[in-house]
């Protein structure tokens, strides 16, 4: 009998399980037929949004929250390990941000001011779902390796130095429409290497990206994909910090190769959400916006490994003397 309470115990938990996740799919295909937009006083359904107006670029912006949502949904069927606990939190996350950012979206579908296009009822629910999700997935993520004070400062410190980098005086413009050549992204990586992927997409992607798309005033429109995936996309360095970092603080030939291939594959994941962005945007073809994207991330990006390899040793001893494990031992102490 103490052999069979266990197992009816784990049938009860996984009927549970799937039953709410088939109701958090109810709830997405509610969004469609709920309360999504209000234009000059009339409410819109999402139904009526993206069927009507599907030909339009901004239409798939729209899509974007739901698409997320849907995907880390699907995620929660399976089991649990580090990547999908990694991939439900930052879909759920990305979803959650992109539904505050509907209204503009909208206004730019339609060709109307941002001030006369408010989020609905539901979409308003529909985000803080979203919320709560990231935010109860991010328990799991962050159970082992939680946000420190230390974490904190240290992220805080790095994203301004990173903002005063991308200072017109700091950088050297290249392409009219807002590219230039500049070290900005170095404490970026830096930050994502010391903090991980998961923090450092949440710092990178949401605050850095954020505080940087209002700097830089090319409007809401351009966040999702050339500030929240283009920088967050950067912090993939994150997982390749174990074979870059060691306890001995020696500069090895596979530290070099992993730093390598981490700068290159974030600069080149940055590089091809801002040319999804130009397509989608400035209805550019996709080699036209690669082209384009490249003249100023490139060689941004060869200045950034230099850089990169020059504090490469002062790094792993920063790393040894003030690790995130000891800074979490020494607060909760």
Do not use: H
Request: proline letters at 3%; glycine letters at 6%; charged letters at 10%.
């Amino acid at each position: 009998m103490l052999f069979v309470l266990p197992v009816e115990d784990l049938i009860l938990r996984k009927e549970i399980r799937i039953a709410v996740i088939l109701l958090l799919f109810v709830v997405l295909i509610a969004a469609f037929f709920g309360p999504f937009i209000s234009y000059n006083g009339v409410v819109y359904e999402a139904k009526d949004v993206l069927f009507n107006d599907f030909g339009s670029v901004f239409t798939y912006l729209i899509l974007l929250p739901f698409l997320f949502y849907f995907l880390a949904t699907l995620f929660l069927f399976f089991d649990k390990n580090k990547v999908i606990g990694y991939l439900i939190f930052i879909f759920y996350l990305i979803s959650a941000v992109m539904l505050f950012f509907i209204p503009y979206f909208y206004s730019s579908l339609i060709e109307v001011s941002e001030e006369k296009v408010s989020m609905g009822m539901y979409t308003i629910v529909f985000a803080v779902i979203s919320i709560v999700l990231a935010l109860y997935s991010s328990s799991y993520v962050f159970k082992s390796n939680p946000f420190t004070i230390s974490d904190i400062v240290e992220i805080a410190m790095m994203i301004a130095l990173s903002l005063v980098l991308d200072l017109a005086i700091f950088k050297f413009k290249i392409v009219p429409n807002g590219g230039s050549i500049s070290f900005a992204m170095v404490p970026l990586f830096i930050i994502a290497l010391r903090k991980g992927f998961i923090k450092g997409f949440i710092s990178l992607g949401v605050v850095y990206g954020l505080i940087d798309c209002i700097i830089d005033g090319y409007g809401f429109i351009t966040y999702p994909l050339d500030y929240l995936l283009g920088f967050g996309l950067l912090a993939i360095i994150g997982l390749f910090r174990k074979y870059i970092f060691n306890s001995q603080k020696k500069v090895t030939i596979r530290g070099c190769i992993f730093l390598f291939v981490g700068v290159l594959v974030g600069c080149a994941l940055r590089t091809l959400s801002s040319t999804l962005s130009g397509m989608l945007l400035y209805d550019m073809g996709f080699f036209e916006s690669m082209v384009y994207q490249l003249t100023y991330i490139g060689p941004s990006a060869i200045l950034v490994l230099v850089v990169m390899y020059v504090l490469y040793k002062p790094l792993l001893i920063i790393n040894v003397r003030y690790s995130t494990k000891k800074s979490a031992t020494a607060i909760n102490s």
